[in-house]
């Protein structure tokens, strides 16, 4: 039904809203354009509510819509690599180098050497393939397209059935599904074994004439115990090379060091895996890794170069942005391991928070609840519980230390969203009626930003 006619002139005109609300620091097509939308609901509506209410509307879902632009946020979660706050954050080097080859036109694919046509991203892929220890690597998207990539190649021919365990058909993130996408590749799926166990017999049994390849898939984002078993990536490795298949080894996180350096148990890397025998690994770039969204392949030379030739990896190559950032975290680890750094930071951001000492933590966390004994809230230090994320060991805790508070004029719920929703974001988790704030993933220069978003959102409290 219609508003009645009185009803309907009550229905502000636009250029009034527009002119009540200001500046609202969205691009004012698009205010314009929620402006009209909310009239538009208006007019269908049985009822006009006042003016200010209205706007009221309207200028909450404009804040609504600048929120979701993308922007840096506090990550007070402790969880290093959070998949829902961008994973990895690139250490200094990585920004740097991107932002100097944003801003300039760059060698992208020219040789300076010749002033030929150069070939995109060979500097990358050899530092790559000496990380991996491989003859050579590659890179496109992400993981996901790395692992369809090696699968339409290898399933192009007349042989198109990949051997994988039923321990090993696993959903990674939202959505991504590893028979899903095995089966967008146009491979068919031969599950052998059983969800706990499966033993290389199983897999040379189900090796027959239309075997494109073995497909082993880490169980990066769970973990099984007991009567468990699966051979190792060696025994794998002989058994494709005997019969004459490929094998094909996900890693997810790919780990560029022994993880068990950070106390953490191991995360198989790509140069062991080559070593073992594997013909091709992949693994993200922004994982363990610590670099930006890139899947990386590596492995046998013959079989890299035929990837590259596939039509298809036009369509999953990285831009020169990702290049250049991933050349930066690249150079960083093979630095690492050359310059003894016994203090200092680790070049890559990701290993600098995995190396955090608690101490330091516990430090500031003092220095923080001494700045806010002032303010309007309880504050406790306690034990926090970091996880590596993404994905990865997802055993491993890392010890940390939370700031918990308890506000005295709102519930922690409240706290929480008011930081979410402050700029610069704050997320922390609740637990106990009490919002948390684990101080490993909040970098020590972010500290006085923290400080300050706690405060306003408490004193945005006592203003109402
Ligand atoms: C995370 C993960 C992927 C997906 O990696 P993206 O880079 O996000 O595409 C694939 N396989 C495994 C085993 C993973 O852990």
């Known amino acids: 039904m219609q508003p009645a006619r009185s009803q309907r002139r009550a229905i502000p005109a ?23 939308r909310q009239l538009a609901r208006l ?84 530092l790559l393939g000496a990380i991996c220890g491989a003859e050579a690597a590659t890179v496109v998207n992400n993981c996901a397209a ?12 007349p042989r198109k059935e990949v051997v994988i365990s039923r321990g090993e058909l696993v959903q990674i993130g939202g959505g991504f599904r590893i028979p899903d996408v095995l089966e967008s590749s146009g491979a068919r799926l031969r599950e052998v074994g059983t969800t706990n166990r499966t033993t290389l017999a199983d897999y040379a049994r189900a090796i027959g004439r239309e075997t494109a390849l073995l497909l082993r898939v880490h169980r990066s984002n769970f973990f099984m115990d007991g009567f468990v078993a699966s051979p ?7 058994l494709a090379r005997q019969k004459r ?63 590259k030739r596939e039509p298809f990896f036009r369509a999953l190559r990285c831009d020169k942005l990702v290049l250049g950032a991933l050349q930066a975290t690249a150079e960083a680890w093979l630095r690492q391991s ?24 516990q430090a500031r966390a003092e220095r923080l609840r001494a700045g806010l004994a002032e303010a309007a809230v309880e504050v406790t230090i306690g034990a926090g519980r ?32 008011r930081l979410r929703r ?26 006085p930003a923290l400080f300050a978003a706690i405060g306003r959102a408490l004193g945005d409290a006592q203003a109402d």
């Open 43 to 126: 007019r269908a509506a049985r009822t006009v509510p006042p003016v200010e209410e209205i706007e009221g509307l309207i200028r909450r879902e404009l804040e609504d819509l600048r929120a979701s632009a993308l922007q840096p946020v506090i990550n007070a979660t402790g969880i290093v690599i959070h998949t829902n706050l961008g994973r990895a954050p690139l250490g200094p080097d990585a920004v740097a180098l991107l932002g100097s080859i944003a801003a300039h036109y760059n060698n992208l694919e020219i040789d300076l050497a010749t002033g030929e046509r150069g070939a995109r991203a060979g500097y990358v892929e050899t």
């Open 245 to 307: 298949v490929r094998f094909v080894e996900d890693l997810g996180s790919g780990a560029a060091v022994a993880t068990e350096q950070l106390g953490l148990e191991h995360e198989p890397t790509p140069a062991e895996s080559l070593r073992a025998g594997a013909d091709l690994v992949c693994f993200s770039g922004d994982k363990l890794f610590g670099g930006p969204q890139a899947g990386i392949i590596a492995g046998r030379a013959r079989l890299v170069s035929a990837l």
């Open 338 to 361: 050359e310059r003894e750094r016994a203090a200092g930071p680790h070049p890559v951001r990701v290993m600098e928070l995995l190396q955090l000492d608690v101490a330091a933590l």
């Open 386 to 417: 970091g996880e590596v994320g993404g994905g990865t060991l997802p055993r491993a805790r890392l010890a940390s230390v939370t700031l918990a508070l308890k506000p005295r004029c709102m519930v922690a719920a409240e706290l929480a969203a």
């Open 422 to 447: 402050g700029t610069p974001p704050v997320i922390g988790y609740l637990a106990g009626g009490r919002l948390k704030l684990d101080l490993r993933t909040v970098f020590p220069e972010q500290d």
């Open 146 to 157: 790395a692992l369809v990539l090696a699968l339409r190649h290898f399933t192009a021919g």
């Open 14 to 36: 636009v250029d009034r809203l527009l002119q009540a609300l200001g500046e609202t620091g969205l691009p004012r097509p698009l205010v314009v354009a929620t402006v009209r």
């Open 232 to 238: 190792t990536t060696a025994e794998l490795a002989g």
